[in-house]
């Protein structure tokens, strides 16, 4: 079946670091991809997805690029910012339903 | 502004009881709704499927008749957690589609659910 694994947690950064997440995935056919990020004590918003290969996703100065080759879903960040600290979840929806697979998150904590 | 919202965002109830939570969809129309569920520090589990007018489809492992699902129409999906105990204490999430492949998912705030 369809499944996310990305980089286990804490990740810990200086202000101005750059950052890169790990994600890779499974899927038969054609998933799209997501970044969700959930920060303390909200809900889960859309960070960027990317729905067929070489696409690249983009938000916030955050980036993932669809790497079909690779299996990869790799989000990153030329300069992380305090705010920026939160989980962030890969995900993956296969192209028959809305399905949603979210690996296990890893959570970021940004120090000024 | 939201298009998914959930009520109550926080609740605490006593064992025993059963606890109802709201999924509504603001500005269109779900024909499929998901619910999830978020252990501490850990991902988010989906619990079910659940598609109007028709039964929910559950994941392996979940009760169903611990956790009732109804999507009773196009705009509303309602988990209710029966018979609550400590252990169902969690953060739960649902998420809802218009109903086509690579259409847009809109996740809802999430409601903290403390059985004491």
């Known amino acids: 079946g369809n499944s996310v694994t990305q980089m286990e947690g804490p990740v810990t950064l200086s202000e101005e670091a750059f950052l890169t997440i790990n994600c890779t995935y499974t899927?038969?056919?054609?998933?799209?991809l997501f970044w969700y990020v959930q920060y303390p004590g909200e809900g889960l918003q859309l960070l960027l997805k990317?729905?067929?290969?070489?696409d690249k996703g983009s938000n916030k100065g955050f980036e993932a690029t669809y790497r079909k080759e690779t299996t990869s879903f790799h989000l990153e960040k030329g300069s992380v910012q305090v705010s920026d600290s939160a989980v962030y979840f890969c995900a993956l929806s296969g192209n028959r339903d809305d399905k949603i697979i979210f690996g296990k998150g890893t959570r970021l904590h940004i120090l000024p | 502004g939201a298009v998914v919202s959930q009520h109550p965002s926080r609740v605490i109830c006593k064992s025993g009881t059963s606890v109802k939570i709201e999924c509504r969809s603001l500005?269109?129309?779900?024909?499929?709704m998901f619910w999830y569920r978020q252990f501490p520090k850990k991902s988010l589990m989906l619990m079910a499927t659940?598609?109007?007018?028709?039964?929910?489809?559950?994941e392996q492992g979940v009760e169903k008749d611990k956790f009732l699902i109804n999507h009773a129409s196009l705009t509303l999906s309602t988990l209710t957690v029966t018979s609550a105990h400590p252990e169902d204490s969690s953060f739960y999430i649902c998420?809802?589609?218009?109903?086509?492949?690579?259409?847009?998912?809109?996740f809802g705030e999430g409601s903290w659910l403390t059985v004491v």
């Open positions: 899927a038969t056919g054609y998933p799209s």
């Open positions: 990317a729905t067929k290969a070489d």
């Open positions: 998420s809802a589609s218009a109903g086509f492949s690579g259409n847009t998912i809109y």
């Open positions: 500005d269109f129309q779900a024909t499929t």
């Open positions: 659940s598609n109007e007018g028709s039964k929910a489809t559950y």
